[in-house]
């Protein structure tokens, strides 16, 4: 019976999947990873979490030691923190016993964007697809979540450990949890709507942004945790990438139902979005994200069984934001 660590366990993607995680292997020991106290009784109660470890990802000693103890890690927490990934790393190659560690590590589509500046769609700008072991060698420390992957698929390929990455478009739905998430993805489009005044969107407004929802991440993720488990690592580290989008949706339609959301919950007088130039767009990196296409494709997910069944993003902005307040 593998032990697991989950860090990041009180995040949209880690409090769901520490609780489906432990609902499908009751016996297999986990480990919960979060810095925030208030979490204890759900974490015991709800999940039924073996053992429970405050910390902060800054912490390195600490998650590399918890990491040194378990069988498998999975982060759920930062996929932009290298340091947070060579700490696990580290932890995994120290383990003792016969068998390699394993990291499932949960990136994001981000990588994957053409940098275009004008908020238009692009016939021309490459679709990244997870099939293809050549795509994903070219991930490196420039993209967004580069940095940790880049570490991750070399760790994996100088074989101590075996190493899975799940990289999963911007995440829509609700969380669960002792203090329900937002998630990244939202906090990204609703902290910029607030930052400038208005849901932006970028030139007219059809580049495209690629999309999932929490419910078919965790089950994607949670048939990784099996295949870890159940069949012989073989192959490249690049070959164990997994790409997982539902859709594509366009930022003028995405900006539009979040303008009309987030109006009727009393943020914006405006029931509409508006289109602006990149500049104007937000501040930081946000705008580059705005501005620009995220084509990606998961043939390698898909024969493993990846299908997307939920809602369009559109259909669910106003339910998933219902219970948060701006
Ligand atoms: N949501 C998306 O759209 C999306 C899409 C693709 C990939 N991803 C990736 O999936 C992973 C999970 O995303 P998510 O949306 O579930 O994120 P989230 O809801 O923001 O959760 C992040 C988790 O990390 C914890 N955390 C953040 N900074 C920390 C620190 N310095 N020390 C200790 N804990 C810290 C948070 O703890 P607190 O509860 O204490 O804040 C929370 O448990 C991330 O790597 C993200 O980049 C997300």
């Not at 990136?107 to 940098?115: A, P």
């Not at 488990?229 to 995405?254: F, H, M, N, P």
């Not at 405006?270 to 705005?290: D, F, M, N, T, Y």
């Amino acid at each position: 019976m593998p032990s697991v660590l989950l860090v990041g366990a009180t995040g949209m993607v880690g409090a769901s999947l520490s609780r489906q995680l432990k609902e499908i292997y009751p016996a297999w020991p986990l480990t919960v990873y979060f810095r925030n106290p208030v979490a204890d009784d759900w974490f015991r109660n709800v999940v039924h979490a073996d053992r429970i470890e405050h910390g902060t990802f800054e912490e390195a000693p600490k998650v590399s030691a918890l990491a040194a103890e378990h069988d498998i890690v999975i982060n759920a927490g930062s996929s932009f923190d290298p340091t947070l990934s060579k700490a696990i790393i580290e932890g995994l190659k120290q383990r003792k016993g016969s068998k390699k560690g394993t990291l499932i590590h949960v990136s994001g589509g981000g990588n994957f964007i053409d940098h275009r500046t004008d908020g238009k769609f692009s016939t021309t700008s490459k679709v990244w697809n997870d099939a293809n072991e050549d795509d994903i060698k070219q991930v490196n420390s420039s993209m967004l979540n580069g940095a940790a992957d880049r570490l991750i698929l070399d760790a994996g390929n100088e074989g101590s450990i075996n190493t899975f990455i799940v990289c999963q478009a911007l995440t829509y739905g609700t969380a669960e949890g002792p203090l329900p998430s937002l998630g990244i993805g939202y906090k990204i489009l609703t902290g910029n709507a607030q930052s400038v005044g208005f849901v932006p969107y970028v030139g007219e407004g059809s580049a495209v942004l690629s999309v999932i929802h929490i419910n078919d991440a965790i089950n994607f993720i949670l048939k990784i945790v099996d295949v870890a488990v159940t069949q012989e690592v073989t192959g490249s580290a690049e070959s164990r990438y997994y790409i997982i989008y539902g859709e594509r949706v366009s930022w003028k339609d995405l900006a539009t139902a979040l303008a009309k959301t987030l109006h009727k919950k009393g943020v914006f007088s405006s029931p509409e979005p508006r289109s602006v130039p990149l500049e104007q767009a937000g501040q930081g990196e946000i705008p580059k994200l705005l501005g620009s296409n995220m084509l990606v494709q998961g043939d390698r997910a898909e024969a493993l069984g990846f299908k997307a069944t939920a809602k369009p993003m559109v259909e669910h902005i106003t339910e998933d934001l219902e219970s948060y307040t701006f």
